[in-house]
């Protein structure tokens, strides 16, 4: 048996969580068009019988500008340090000399694979260009092109994942799929909608905290609170006559209820506390 953590890490938007739902087979990190959406390390196992590989997604690496920030560069600081495998996630049509800066920063000490992601969007030519580019830098045991979205290479992905994996035994249950709460995914789905519905800074003053999550006859009821930094910030969130706010729970009823695996009654509403993502009280009370 083989057993180890293997860790994704890249800049903002590389598609690191697209990767590992791709590999997981499930939607488990919310995924957005903009930069900065994953704020958490998000772990999730794959199971057989030969292996577990336990998989985290990480927040883009960024120079911290906030507390926040400095929060999600710590949980990166941490999944650097029990990794057996590195997965560095690079978007094909980002600038390699600064993936390049980024991932020798890193100081890895252990193998590191180097994924070139969004091959789906280049030219051939622009492919092995990039090989080039990255095949001999220290930290890269080997580059494998992939796309996460199409799902491109990944049996490849696996199989080297395996090759590189200590051997042990599984380190969680064979039947979970990850160590973090209901709520905490709830949450996850209503910000991720944020992210989709709303343009400029919004998602980034915004958090989502859920306050209830209660089992009654025939469906869960679930109180969630949408955390801003100012009043205008919250017209914008609930919109002309509740108009957004509203379109923030349809979508993200879709999304719950799939999860759950039955139908949810979901009431949102939202908060205003002054500069939330700079203060430790709040911080650790969203799960920061
Ligand atoms: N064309 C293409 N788009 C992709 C691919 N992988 C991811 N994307 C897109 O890239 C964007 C960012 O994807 P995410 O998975 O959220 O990126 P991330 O690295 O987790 O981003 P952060 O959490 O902000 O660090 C989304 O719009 C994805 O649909 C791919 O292989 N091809
Ligand atoms: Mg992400």
New binding site residues.
């Given amino acids: 048996m083989k057993a180890g953590f293997v860790n994704i890490f890249?800049k903002?938007?590389?598609?690191?969580?697209?990767?590992l739902n791709a590999l997981m087979g499930e939607k488990l990190?919310i995924?957005?068009?903009k930069?900065?959406?994953?704020r958490h390390r998000i772990k999730a196992f794959l199971t057989t019988d030969q292996y577990q590989i336990i998989f985290s997604?990480t927040?883009?690496i960024i120079e911290p500008k906030y507390k926040l920030h400095e929060k999600m560069m710590k949980t990166v600081k941490s999944s650097l340090e029990d990794a057996d495998v590195a997965l560095l996630?690079v978007d094909i049509k980002d600038n390699w000399e600064e993936c390049d800066t980024l991932f020798s920063s890193l100081r890895l000490a252990v193998p590191g694979l180097l994924l070139l992601?969004?091959i789906?969007?280049v030219s051939p030519e622009k492919l092995v260009a990039s090989k080039e580019f990255f095949e001999n830098k220290t930290y890269c045991k080997k580059v494998i092109p992939i796309?996460?979205?199409?799902k491109k290479n990944l049996d490849t992905l696996l199989t080297d994942i395996v090759d590189l994996l200590p051997e042990g035994e599984p380190f969680y249950g064979t039947d979970e799929m990850t160590d973090l709460s209901e709520r905490f995914f709830v949450s996850e789905m209503i910000r991720e909608k944020i992210y989709d519905l709303f343009e400029d800074e919004i998602p980034y003053h915004t958090t989502v905290l859920v306050h209830e999550f209660k089992q009654k006859t025939g469906l869960i009821k679930i109180g969630a609170n949408i955390i801003v930094q100012r009043d205008t910030q919250k017209s914008i969130i609930i919109g002309e006559g509740g108009k957004m706010i509203k379109k923030i729970g349809t979508e993200a009823r879709k999304d719950i209820e799939k999860f759950v695996g039955q139908k949810i009654f979901l009431e949102l509403f939202v908060k205003v506390r002054p500069k939330w993502r700079e203060n430790d009280l709040y911080l650790k009370e969203y799960g920061y």
């Fill in positions: 890249g903002p938007n590389a598609g690191k969580s697209t990767l990190a995924v957005s068009s930069v900065q959406t994953t997604d927040p883009g996630l992601n969004k789906d969007k796309s996460a979205l199409t």
